[in-house]
C-alpha cells in the first residue's frame, strides 16, 4: 500500500516512521510512506500557501492552488482510492474506518493547518474527512502518522502470528483482556493462577470473561 502525505511541515513526520513496526513495514516494503510539502508546489513568488480569510476574521486560511497542482499531479501518476483530510470535524476515527482504508492500493493523506483550509479544497478534492478525537490539534500531522500507523499495522505481512492484529482492542468490540509476564509474584503481586495453570480451555475463558468484564467497565459504549 502507497500512502502519500500531504504537508506544511514534512519535519513531523521523521519521528512517527522511523521505528518499530512501520520502519520495519517500510523496510519489508509492505508500505510506502511519501511525504509531500505543499509548499514547493506554490506558484506565488515568496511560496505563500496561506492568506487571509474572505469576510475577514481571525487567521490564515490555506491557499487551494497548491494543494489542488499537487493533488492533481500525484492523479495523473496514479489513481488513489481515497483522498482524506485530517481535521477536527472529520469522521470520528473507529476500528472499522481503519480496516475498510488497510484494504487500499494508494491514498492520499492532506494535513491541515492555520484557521483551516480553502472550503472548496474540501468540496471538490477530499473523499473523506476523519478526526482522531474531540480536541484540537495544531495540525493533522500528528493525526495522519496516527491513522498511517493504524493502517500499516494491519497490511499483510507486517505484524507476525505472535503479534496478530486479530486479537486487538477492537477488533471483536471488546477491549483486550490484561497481560502477565514473568515473575510470577512481584513485591507479593501475583499473576492470576489460572494464568499459570497450564488449562488452555480454562485460559481462554478467562480471557473472555476479562475482556467482557473490563469493557463493560471501561468502555460499556462498544456492548451496546
Ligand atoms: N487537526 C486538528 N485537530 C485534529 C483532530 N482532532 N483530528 C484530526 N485532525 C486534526
Known sequence: MRIDILTLFPE?????????????????????????????????????????????GAGMVMRIEPIAILIEKLKRERSYDEVIFLCPDGELLEQKTVNDLSLNQNIILLCGHYKGVDERVREHLITKEISIGSYVLSGGELAAAVLSDAIVRLLPGVLNDETSALNDSFQDGLLSPPVYTRPAEFNGWKVPDVLLSGDEKKIENWKEEKALERTKNRRPDLLK
Not at 521523521?14 to 509548499?39: D, T
Request: no cysteine; charged share 30%; glycine share 6%.
Open 12 to 56: 513531523m513526520f521523521l519521528g512517527p516512521f522511523s521505528a518499530s513496526i512501520v520502519k520495519r513495514a517500510i523496510e519489508r516494503k509492505k508500505a510506502e510512506i511519501i511525504i509531500h510539502n505543499i509548499r514547493d508546489y506554490s506558484t506565488f513568488k515568496h511560496k505563500s500557501v496561506d492568506d487571509a480569510p474572505y469576510g475577514g
